[in-house]
């Protein structure tokens, strides 16, 4: 792994050789027919960025988080996997970790992908914000509808994927899928010393809050206005679009969408693949 694997202008994202050359007049056709989304925007293609160049502390000491198998397949393998799993998805943009876009490269070499979704890489950044700028830096001009996916939530089902498509084609800017919470969430003055009680200053309603997951969704012009114009550390992409004063509308989440964050994630997310195969098997 080295510098060598960043693009520049002169020097194109590295593309896995696994994806089926860039065939848009061969693509193009079969996404449309295959796609039952009639909406403002029939013809928007969609892309993914998947901004897989985080480190992954809170996992505990090992290879980057993307990178670390659940049930022996890397979990950037299973976050592509789904995303392509949607017809509508006809390009999947890698964030890479800065020195490691060789080896995710390799990494896609070696597993099957589906043929028909094409698949690029491109080296990260230092903050999520920046890997994901760094993703979208690399889109082709014809992609009209971008989704944002965390490599860490390797499990979302398609109809997630599809649910949020189908909001931007229908005419939204930004979606989120998003789920109720099940505890009560309570706002604190952070303390100053590790361990110390902290105050609470308020309890927000918990019928108006949702737990947002990704893959957020995205009107292409919008969110990257949103990446030349937010400067703020944020901890999502639809936060940036929200601060541009547009709308952020949210579609239902799922369960399975959950983020791998800490090592009984892997636990959880290992006996969901557990119960696919299972009810695959019967
Ligand atoms: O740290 P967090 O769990 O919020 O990271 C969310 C996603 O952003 C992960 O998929 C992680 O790999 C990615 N990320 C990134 N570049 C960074 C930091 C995080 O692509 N510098």
Redesign the pocket.
């Known amino acids: 792994m080295s510098d060598d694997s960043r693009p520049s202008p002169a020097e194109p994202p590295l593309e896995a050789s696994t994806a089926a050359p860039a065939q848009a007049s061969v693509q193009a056709p079969v996404a449309a027919a295959a796609e039952p989304l009639v909406n403002a925007r029939p013809k928007a293609r969609t892309a993914a960025v998947?901004?897989?160049?985080?480190r992954?502390v809170r996992l505990g000491p090992g290879a980057?988080?993307?990178l670390r198998a659940l049930n022996g397949t890397p979990m950037l393998i299973h976050a592509l996997r789904a995303l392509a799993a949607s017809r509508a998805v006809s390009l999947v943009v890698v964030?890479a970790p800065p020195d490691g876009a060789g080896e995710v490269k390799s990494l896609l070499d070696a597993h099957a992908l589906p043929e028909r979704t094409d698949f690029l890489v491109v080296p990260?950044?230092?903050?999520?914000q920046?890997?994901?700028k760094l993703g979208l830096d690399a889109l082709p001009a014809d992609y009209d509808i971008v989704l944002v996916h965390?490599?860490?939530r390797p499990l979302v089902p398609v109809d997630t994927v599809d649910a949020v498509i189908e909001a931007v084609r229908d005419g939204a800017r930004a979606v989120v899928p998003a789920l109720p919470l099940a505890d009560t969430v309570k706002e604190v003055e952070p303390a100053t010393t590790a361990g110390e009680p902290e105050p609470v200053v308020a309890t927000p309603a918990r019928a108006r809050l949702r737990a947002v997951q990704t893959p957020q969704g995205f009107d292409r012009a919008t969110l990257i206005h949103a990446h030349e114009t937010v400067t703020d550390n944020v901890?999502d992409d639809a936060s940036m679009v929200e601060q541009l004063g547009e709308t952020v509308v949210v579609v239902p989440g799922h369960e399975e969408a959950f983020?791998v964050?800490r090592p009984l994630d892997l636990v959880l997310a290992e006996a969901v693949l557990a119960r696919r195969r299972l009810n695959d098997g019967f």
């Open positions: 998947i901004p897989a160049a985080g992954g980057p988080k993307a964030v990260g950044g230092e903050s999520r920046e890997s994901v965390d490599a860490a901890t983020k964050t």
